[in-house]
């Protein structure tokens, strides 16, 4: 079984909005990671945070983890229409070397 | 640059062939990865490697094989057992440190006609 799930499955806002979604998994994690993919492409890597860790930023992006409640949310301020793509996450379930995606949520953010 | 390719972008097979998929890195990484995308899904692990000559299965293994014999390659056989190989191939390399990054290359979309 998927280790990660994203919430929502889609998503829909305007430009300037925030956007938030969710990634819950299943067993203890070394690290946690968001990738991006634009439609028909290859994923990018936007941010990772560690287990001991609980909040990270990069540019417009806040990722927070909550390693009691095995979640953790990507937030995006102040959005753009060119954000507009699949967000995934993906966990290693302890094994450094072997990495776990959800199915993703789909982000249009309308000019 | 440096990078991680994939042949072909597209690729058609009639039912019964075996086809091969190309995945090649410039990164000096040691691990690579070979995920399968369904519409509308996330990835799926199908073989990955941390070390030439040396290869896992992941989730979905059967039907596909793969050989490491350089560093820089990972090819990927979806042979005629693969009951279902339409789908979209992403190949991924990355270092084998305790956290690391995923770089992914622009896939392939196999039709099966």
């Known amino acids: 079984s998927q280790q990660g799930e994203e919430d929502p499955q889609a998503l829909s806002i305007q430009e300037g909005e925030n956007a938030t979604m969710n990634c819950s998994y299943k067993?203890?994690?070394?690290?946690l990671q968001w990738y991006r993919q634009n439609s028909g492409r290859g994923l990018v890597h936007l941010i990772l945070?560690?287990?001991?860790?609980r909040e990270k930023h990069s540019g417009r992006l806040r990722v927070t983890l909550d390693t009691s409640k095995k979640s953790s949310s990507l937030l995006i301020t102040a959005s753009r229409a060119a954000d507009t793509a699949s967000y995934f996450c993906?966990?290693?379930?302890?094994?450094?070397?072997?990495?776990?995606f959800g199915s993703g949520t789909k982000l249009n953010v309308k000019p | 640059d440096g990078g991680i390719t994939q042949s072909p972008k597209y690729l058609f097979r009639k039912e019964g062939q075996n086809v091969t998929l190309s995945c090649e890195q410039n990164?000096?990484?040691?691990?690579m990865y070979w995920y399968r995308q369904d519409p509308g899904q996330g990835l799926r692990l199908i073989y990955y490697?941390?070390?030439?000559?040396?290869?896992q299965k992941g989730d979905i293994a059967e039907g596909y094989s793969v050989s490491r014999e350089k560093k820089e390659s990972f090819p990927l056989t979806v042979t005629s057992a693969q009951k279902n190989p339409t789908a979209f191939y992403l190949c991924?390399?990355?270092?084998?440190?305790?956290?690391?990054?995923?770089?992914f290359g622009p896939g392939t979309r196999l039709t099966v006609l």
């Open positions: 991924a390399s990355s270092r084998t440190s305790r956290y690391n990054e995923q770089f």
């Open positions: 067993t203890s994690i070394n690290n």
């Open positions: 945070i560690r287990s001991n860790e």
């Open positions: 993906a966990t290693d379930a302890g094994n450094f070397n072997k990495f776990y």
């Open positions: 990164l000096n990484h040691d691990a």
């Open positions: 490697s941390q070390i030439v000559n040396d290869f």
